[in-house]
């Protein structure tokens, strides 16, 4: 079994102990630092003011609304990403013939660098030359010029369309190899006692797979809450904000207003959401390893 | 019975065939685009198949003063955080799997949390750190934040794949007189190839195409890396999308086919990691 050796064990895992603390822990720290200040470049030069900025950068109203489009975001392009992932799932898990072709089309999206995906999307979305309008006239709708980036509404709804493509095939992936090792004996065991598909479905799928399920929502959780570039490049938090997510209004803050305490503060609230999601998720984890 | 069969495989073909229409709608436009003359761009409604096949984007885009440029800074960055992220994690997946040692437990925690990170939370102190040690516009200071990202999931990858090394292999080779690193280089390292290779593949991957870092790090036109320099074909006034699509579809040749090359070890790396976790 494993060696004990104490000396040896701290001298391998000491470069990416070492890299975590002084890259990620250590700024950590540092933002906290930088939240305890005000850095608002109107009130002059930073000063020290403790937890009182915690409590002012939710009197605007602004951060509440940069959360709630999070959340709607991060819910929404996670639950789609999900239940699209294991839907493709399903059907690739059958046999036909070109299935390996399929697979590596439906992949694309994933493996496609983000800017791109991004820049792609807006060309799709854009009211004359893109072709969801013309898409949309070629199915008999008639000729639309929608502006689905424009319109403050509609917006959201775009950002969101073009995630979950951008994401879905990743849970796919997961799903799909979590698939592939259920056993097939349970399946043909169900067939005698007369369970129909849903049924198989509900009662051996399902369960077979949950470990993954749940690791599969909890990544594509954390990444669709930090996904920067989609919404950065599609609309950039417009329009009249109605896109701002907290690491587009973390980015505007900090390298856009130079106010970094304010920046640090979001950073903060993000964290603190991200850490309590995996934590719940991670709990559910356990908890299922233990039955 | 039979009509039920039909009726199973009609809905069988046609979720695939949404499911590849879906998959696939962008690209069409990507490539329409890229493949149209400059006359051709602003025709309203957009020609899903232009009617004249140019590859002057193409080129165009391979011309671009500064795209080869690009390209070289990020295959640069790319391949040696690759390099530097594989050493340090097969060293940490190593002392992970085959050593005890007080805390053990405790560090792959801390590889654990460390996932959980965002970049956008961290990016203003490591800015801050970056620039303090003078590695602003600098491709180490671009580097080191990319592997503080991508080790934590590398050390996990390569530690799923270890767990499945047996032990007794390296135990028979170091009865018969080999030292532990001995056993390491002749009986892990060749097993445990296609697990290096997937989890480099995944981190090539990912500083290939990653946008904030680069973004805020470097400000030298020269030292842009792909994801940024693209912007350039998007002029201040109007974009030119034919040379921009064009250049993406070259920026994602690479990754496709190191993708597809690694898809297999990298998928069952990653359950793996999932249900042994």
Known sequence: MRTRSTFLGYMLIGPSILLLIVLLFIPLVYTVQISLQDTDLSHGAP??????????????????????????????????????????????????????????????????????????????????????????????????????????????????????????????LMLLAALQSVPHDQYEAAKIDGADGLRQFIHITLPSISGVLKTVIMLVSIWTFNYFEMIYILTGGGPIRSTHIAPTYIYELSFGHFNFGEASRVSVFSFIFIFLISLFLIRQMHKNERN | MMIKRLGTRIIFAGGIGLLMFFSLFPFMQMLSTSLKSADQLFTFPPAWIPKNITFSNFTAAWEHKQFIHYFMNSLFVSVVTCILVIIVSVLAAYSFTRLEFPGRKFFLNVILVSQMFCMSAIVIPLYKIVSALGLLNSFPGLILAYMAFTVPVAVWLLRSFMINIPFDMEESAMMEGATKLQAFMKVVVPLLRPGIGATAAYVFLMTWQEFLFSLVFITDPLKRTLPIGIMDFKGQYETNWGTMMAASIIISIPVFILFMVIQKQLISGLTEGATKG
């Open chain 1, 47 to 172: 000063k020290w003011i403790g937890l009182a900025g915690y409590v002012d950068s939710w009197k605007d109203g602004e951060l509440l609304k940069v959360f709630m489009h999070s959340t709607v975001w991060t819910v929404c392009v996670a639950f789609f990403q999900v239940v699209i992932g294991l839907v493709a799932a399903l059907l690739l898990n059958r046999k036909f013939r070109f299935r390996w072709l399929v697979r590596a089309m439906v992949l694309l999206p994933w493996v496609l660098p983000g800017v791109i995906a991004a820049l792609t999307w807006r060309l799709v979305y854009d009211s004359q030359f893109g072709f969801l309008n013309s898409l949309i006239a070629k199915l008999g709708f008639g000729q639309h010029a929608t502006d689905w980036l424009g319109t403050p509404g509609l917006a959201m709804f775009s950002v969101i369309l073009a995630a979950i493509w951008k994401g879905f095939p990743f849970a796919m």
